[in-house]
C-alpha cells in the first residue's frame, strides 16, 4: 500500500511543479492543480476500495497520514478557485480587505477545531481507532456528521483533518499575497518622487527575466515573500514593461545548451571589467 502511494503522491507533485512552471495566472494554476489532484485522488480510491488492510494499524496510517496528503491538496486548490474567482477588480485596498476577510473566516474555522487538530499536532494516539478507523465506534468529543461520506474510502475524521492542513496551507497564502499587497495610494509621494521621470528597461526582457528569476531563488526580496510573480509585477510597475510568463523563461533557461545564465554571466563580467578599471 505504501509503496503504491508513495509513487502516486510523487507523480501528483511532478505533475504539480509542471503546472506552476506552465500556467498563465493563479486562477489558471489553482484550476488546472485541482483536476490533477482529483485525478490522483480517483486512482487511490479505486485501489484502496479493492485493498483489504493487513491490520488497523495500517488502517488508521491511511486515513491519518497517507489519504491527507492528497486530499489538503484539492481543497486547498478548490479554495484557491473560489479565492481568485471572487477576488475584486478595483483598487489594492479592495483586494487587501477582501483577503482580510477571508483570512478572519479561515481562522474561524481552525479556532472551532482546534481541539481536534492540537489532538494531530501533539501526536496522541488515544482516539485514533475512533478518528481513522471506518465504521468505528463514535466518541462525543469531536462530533461530525457521516451523513455525506464514502465509508468505504472515507472517515469524516480523516477529512476533517486534511481540511484543516489546507486550511494552515491557505492561511499562509493569504497572509504572502496581503504582505505583498500595496495600496499605491498610500505610499507617501515627496516633491523629488513626483517629478522624477520613468525609469525604462533598455536590455533584453530575457536578461530582466533572469535576473528576477535568481532573486527569487536566493529569496533577496522581502525573504522570498509573495514569490516569484510578485516580483515580476513590482518590476513590470517600475520600468513600465510587460514580461509575459515568467515560467516560460524558466523553461528556456532550462533548455539552453551553452548555460542556463548568459545574461547573468554577461553582467558578472561587465562588473568584473569595471572592477580592474578601476584598480589599474
Known amino acids: 500500500m505504501e509503496k503504491f502511494t508513495t509513487s502516486l503522491i510523487t507523480e501528483m507533485t511532478v505533475e504539480l511543479q509542471k503546472i506552476a512552471i506552465s500556467a498563465e495566472n493563479q486562477l ?78 479561515i481562522q474561524g474555522y481552525c479556532d472551532k477545531n482546534k481541539y481536534f487538530y492540537n489532538y494531530y499536532r501533539s501526536g496522541e494516539t488515544a482516539y485514533d481507532k475512533h ?18 461520506i464514502d465509508s468505504s474510502f472515507s472517515t469524516p475524521y480523516s477529512y476533517k483533518l486534511a481540511k484543516l492542513q489546507a486550511m494552515d496551507k491557505l492561511m499562509n497564502h ?67 514593461t510587460d514580461l509575459g510568463n515568467i515560467y516560460r523563461e524558466l523553461l528556456a533557461m532550462a533548455l539552453r545548451k551553452k548555460g542556463y545564465t548568459p545574461h547573468l554571466d554577461g553582467l558578472k563580467e561587465a562588473l568584473e571589467i569595471r572592477i580592474k578599471e578601476k584598480h589599474e
Open 28 to 105: 489558471q494554476l489553482a484550476e488546472q492543480s485541482f483536476y490533477e489532484v482529483e485525478g490522483a485522488m480517483t486512482k487511490l480510491k479505486e485501489y484502496i476500495t479493492s485493498y483489504a488492510f493487513k491490520n488497523i494499524e495500517e488502517e488508521i496510517k491511511f486515513f491519518k497520514e497517507l489519504k491527507p496528503e492528497f486530499q489538503k491538496e484539492l481543497i486547498f486548490y478548490e479554495e484557491i478557485l473560489y479565492i481568485e474567482s471572487g477576488k475584486p477588480v478595483g483598487s489594492e485596498k479592495a483586494r487587501k480587505r477582501y483577503l482580510e476577510q477571508l483570512l478572519n473566516r
Open 174 to 240: 493569504i497572509k504572502s499575497s496581503l504582505k505583498a499587497t500595496i495600496d499605491i495610494s498610500e505610499i507617501p509621494t515627496t516633491g523629488q518622487n513626483k517629478n522624477r521621470r520613468r525609469r525604462v528597461w533598455t536590455g533584453p526582457k530575457s536578461a530582466l527575466k533572469e535576473l528576477i528569476l535568481a532573486m527569487d531563488a536566493k529569496g533577496w526580496v522581502s525573504h522570498g515573500e509573495g514569490g516569484v510573480k510578485q516580483l515580476v509585477i513590482d518590476f513590470e510597475e517600475f520600468f513600465g
Open 131 to 148: 478518528y481513522f478507523v471506518r465504521n468505528a465506534i463514535r466518541i462525543p468529543l469531536v462530533p461530525v456528521s457521516y451523513s455525506d
